[in-house]
């Protein structure tokens, strides 16, 4: 049956800065990396005992299995056996209540460095004492971590089912068509207008199947499933997508891993799971 693909991982609380203990977790960030303790070929999230005086002060995110984890910047220079690795390149060699760890701490990481003054007067941002936000040390402007909601879309027709192959995504697997939701849109609407710009076809019976939120990109994945409408044959749009077609159950090419929605909805195309 399906795994669950986005465990619930920070018991949410508030930013704090603080002392970090001995036996904490700490995500050391340095531009897209993450620091890694190297078991083999393993990647671990280090302690705070295990990089003494190369991390300081940290700022507490929250707890994960009853144990406190704490987000910090981290030194050019780190002790042997620890390195930094890129965000993507930890999927395959750290478990799964890690990878999102990092991935979450990922997005916290960039959201407060990109806000690191105010928009509307310039001044300086400070970590909000009673909500998950930042506020603006002069004129108070208030600013919630980003999010930004995506739809993606499992499209049938027939028997088949419509896969697209992104020009933007290296690699050679085909996925489901998705993009993000604009300002002022439903997100049936959004299922709507991405698939006609896409792939120039209409859709119907559109239905919710469930979320995701993928860090990487602050989005969260919205996944529907529907059905093909009208008469339209696929017309790409050459910009977003390279080549899109329609495929059996049982000729699928490569398509994407457990770990994303859109590798869940595929495989209950696949494996006719009544969802
Ligand atoms: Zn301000």
């Not at 006609?196 to 919205?222: A, C, R």
């Not at 495989?267 to 006719?272: E, L, S, T």
């Amino acid at each position: 049956m399906i795994n669950e693909i986005s465990p619930n991982i920070f018991n949410i609380s508030l930013l704090s800065r603080e002392n970090i203990r001995s036996e904490e977790q700490v995500l050391c960030y340095r531009g897209g990396r993450v620091l890694m303790k190297n078991i083999g070929d393993k990647f671990i999230i280090p302690k705070k005992n295990e990089l003494g005086e190369f991390v300081g002060d940290g700022i507490f995110l929250g707890e994960v299995d009853g144990e406190k984890c704490f987000m910090a910047e981290g030194k050019e220079e780190m002790p042997q056996g620890f390195s930094y690795v890129g965000m993507r390149d930890i999927r395959g060699q750290a478990d799964k209540l890690s990878k999102w760890v990092t991935a979450v701490g990922f997005q916290m990481y960039s959201w407060l460095n990109d806000n690191k003054f105010c928009g509307r007067c310039g001044n300086p941002m400070d970590l909000k004492n009673d909500e998950r936000a930042l506020e603006c040390t002069d004129c108070k402007n208030i600013i919630f971590p980003k999010l930004s909601p995506a739809i993606i879309v499992a499209i049938k027709k027939d028997n088949k089912l419509l896969l697209a192959k992104n020009r933007l995504h290296p690699g050679t697997f085909y996925s489901l068509i998705a993009g993000y939701v604009e300002a002022g849109e439903t997100i049936e609407e959004t299922v709507k207008r991405e698939v006609m710009e896409e792939v120039g076809i209409d859709v119907k019976n559109i239905k919710y199947y469930k979320s995701q939120p993928w860090p990487f990109s602050s989005s969260l994945m919205l996944g529907f499933f529907a059905e093909y409408d009208g008469n339209n044959p696929i017309k790409i749009d050459n910009v977003e997508i390279s080549h899109a077609d329609w495929f059996d159950a049982d000729s699928l090419p490569e398509i994407p891993n457990m770990d994303s929605v859109a590798g869940e909805m595929i495989r209950i195309f696949r494996d006719n799971i009544e969802v």
